[in-house]
């Protein structure tokens, strides 16, 4: 993928794959492209070259919507979930294009974030941020997406929080959906993914397994913390 | 008591239900679509001629035509999104206030050419005030517009906070970006949009016509106390542009109530200014309005 906003482009050659029922996380300095590149997949930032491939099909250029409506999910880092409105509404937002489905999908994501139940009645805007961050993975998971994609789900946590973000993602990767990561607290994201991508300048750095990352000394000075 | 009652606190409650149903159209168009639509008073007109058409052709009485004009007044409304707002969706807000001037000249012009320039009415003679209970009276008209007022914001309220589409509408005033990526069709829920906002406009001009005469400039010159009510009630509000539009119209009547003299307070030709001045006190003592809407 090559692209950006405007005339810019932040993305001069990024090449991503996520296979179902894998977690795979994206890694990367500030600046490098991470979000530019989830963006991108989802359809809202233009592509000058290359092309987003979902299922077999060609998929470039597609509106969120239609995207949403072939088993693509989106969570963004900032202004994730609608403020003024309920949790309960909140989740039955991201069923708006099955709403047949409701009532189960609604089953689903009360068992994976029962916290979410009892605050069913509350406006989203009320919540703390880690309990936020499960409304806004619970809206995507509402509409039955086989790839997940999560912009910075833990950013502004604590690590207690943070934590049971990750166990979440894990049982929701569990339940059958393949996960696309961006993540700052690259150590936690590796420990539970399956493989990674290092970003630096818009370009892929480095492809591996997540264990094998974890064990690169390279990567273990620039991101890990040392 | 019973004279303050009868003759200026009830008829400002109904002139604030008509207040109240047009400035929530102003408001949902402004939460959806980001613009401030000019010509909401005109659809109120053509609402309001279009009821007149009923009546004259079929004879029927106006109450039984205003089903007629609420339909007409919401498909007008989508139609002309489509023709003339559609193609700015992406333009700056600005534009498409000036295109929805434009379309107000058009809409006023159009109605002076087909129903004409004469002040016209629904029925000829008059009805005797209904006595309710001691020296308080009612007009007929009055309670059937505060009636029929409190139906139609009674199914609102339910629309906005039980359909589907409802909660869309809200959610995309929301956050218009986050409901593009839940999967939320923006284009149907504008559609929507105008169909109520639209709807209420009519509604809001058969009743104006109900309550005064009909002439071609009956909504425009309620366009002023229409966006008063609306930042009122905080913008973007439907709820704040109800209690907005009867604080506004029960304000106006009120104001001419004799207070300190033999002498109205302010004179009757002076009530839209109360609404004015409502207005501009808002904007400078709290802009978001009573609901903490946007500012503007």
């Given at each position: 993928m090559v692209g950006g906003y405007g005339g810019m482009d932040i993305l001069n050659g990024v090449d991503l794959a996520v296979e179902a029922n894998e977690i795979v996380v994206i890694i990367g300095a500030n600046g490098a492209g991470k979000s530019t590149a989830m963006k991108a997949i989802f359809g809202l930032v233009q592509l000058r070259a290359g092309s987003v491939r979902f299922d077999g099909q060609d998929v470039t250029g597609r509106l969120p919507n239609a995207l949403v409506g072939l088993g693509m999910g989106y969570v963004p880092q900032e202004r994730n979930v609608f403020r003024n409105l309920t949790v309960l509404e909140n989740l039955e937002m991201g069923a708006f294009l099955k709403p047949m489905t409701l009532a189960r999908m609604l089953e689903q994501v009360f068992t994976l974030f029962p916290v979410l139940k009892e605050k069913a009645?509350?406006?989203?805007?009320?919540?703390s941020g880690g309990q936020r961050q499960m409304v806004a993975v619970g809206r995507a998971l509402m509409a039955e997406p086989k790839l997940l994609m999560l912009d910075?789900?833990?950013?502004?946590?604590s690590p207690l929080v943070m934590e049971q973000i990750f166990e979440r993602i894990v049982a929701v990767n569990q339940a059958g959906i393949g996960i696309l990561l961006v993540e700052q607290n690259a150590r936690q994201a590796l420990s539970i993914a399956h493989r990674g991508y290092v970003l630096a300048t818009g370009r892929n750095r480095l492809t591996d397994t997540a264990a094998a990352l974890l064990d690169n000394p390279e990567i273990g000075q620039s991101f890990l913390g040392g | 008591m019973a004279e303050f009652i009868n003759l200026y606190l009830l008829p400002g409650v109904a002139v604030g239900c008509i207040y109240a149903l047009g400035a929530v159209g102003i408001s949902l168009i402004f939460a959806i679509?980001?613009?401030?639509?000019?010509?909401h008073g005109d659809v109120m007109t053509l609402g309001a001629y279009l009821a007149y058409s009923v009546v004259i052709a079929l004879g029927w009485s106006v109450y039984a035509a205003l089903p007629f004009a609420i339909l007409g007044g919401a498909l007008a409304s989508m139609g002309i999104d489509h023709v003339v707002y559609r193609p700015f969706r992406r333009s700056p807000g600005i534009i498409v206030v000036i295109a929805s001037f434009g379309v107000m000249l058009v809409v006023r012009s159009a109605i002076q050419l087909f129903w004409g320039v004469d002040i016209l009415s629904y029925e000829t003679g008059i009805r005797r005030p209904i006595p309710l209970f001691g020296d308080i009276r009612l007009a007929q008209k009055h309670i059937i517009i505060i009636a029929a007022s409190v139906v139609i914001a009674a199914a609102l309220h339910w629309f906005l906070s039980r359909s589907r589409m409802g909660k869309a509408m809200r959610a995309m005033s929301d956050d218009a970006d986050l409901a593009r990526i839940s999967g939320i069709d923006t284009e149907k829920v504008v559609r929507w949009t105008w169909l109520i906002g639209g709807g209420l406009a009519a509604a809001a001009g058969v009743f104006a016509g109900i309550n005064t005469k009909l002439h071609p400039s009956i909504g425009w010159d309620l366009l002023l106390p229409l966006f008063a009510a609306a930042i009122l009630g905080g913008i973007g509000r439907p709820y704040g542009a109800i209690v907005g539009g009867l604080a506004i119209g029960i304000a106006q009547e009120v104001a001419t109530y004799p207070w300190l003299s033999e002498l109205p307070l302010v004179p009757p030709a002076y009530k839209n200014a109360v609404a004015f001045f409502v207005m501009v006190a808002m904007l400078v003592w709290r802009p978001t309005g009573l609901f903490k809407g946007r500012v503007l």
């Open positions: 009645r509350q406006p989203a805007g009320e919540l910075e789900p833990t950013a502004g946590l | 679509l980001r613009f401030a639509h000019f010509a």
